[in-house]
């Protein structure tokens, strides 16, 4: 299953944006689904996860507040709602698919960079 992330820009602390990751194959919607964030010279960390169903979502406590995780699998697609966005949120944040071995051994989309000015 292929990812493209979009939905990222520039936008002023206090800001939202929606990120959006679609899926090219339909069984998309038999996965779990994780969007990570790569801020400037850090490591990739874990934003938040939905599982197939969309009844289990997961955060990060920094962010738990602030975002809100949802897929459509009728569409295919899965959103990271991103509100209050504060500076530290800027990004690159990818999204990526767990055939059961772990997102690391799944599949990833090319990111959507998000960047918070003050």
């Known amino acids: 299953v292929q990812l493209q992330a979009s939905g990222g820009g520039l936008v002023q602390a206090g800001g939202s944006l929606r990120l959006s990751c679609s899926a090219s194959?339909?069984?998309?919607?038999?996965?779990?689904i994780a969007w990570f964030c790569q801020a400037p010279g850090k490591e990739r960390e874990f934003v938040a996860s939905i599982r197939w169903n969309g009844r289990s979502t997961y955060f990060t406590d920094s962010m738990k507040d602030r975002f809100t995780i949802s897929r459509d699998n009728a569409k295919g697609t899965v959103y990271l709602q991103v509100n209050n966005l504060k500076p530290e949120d800027t990004g690159l944040y990818y999204c990526a698919l767990d055939y059961g071995l772990g997102f690391e051994s799944g599949s990833w989309g090319q990111g959507t960079q998000v960047t918070v000015s003050s």
């Open positions: 194959e339909r069984s998309f919607g038999t996965y779990t």
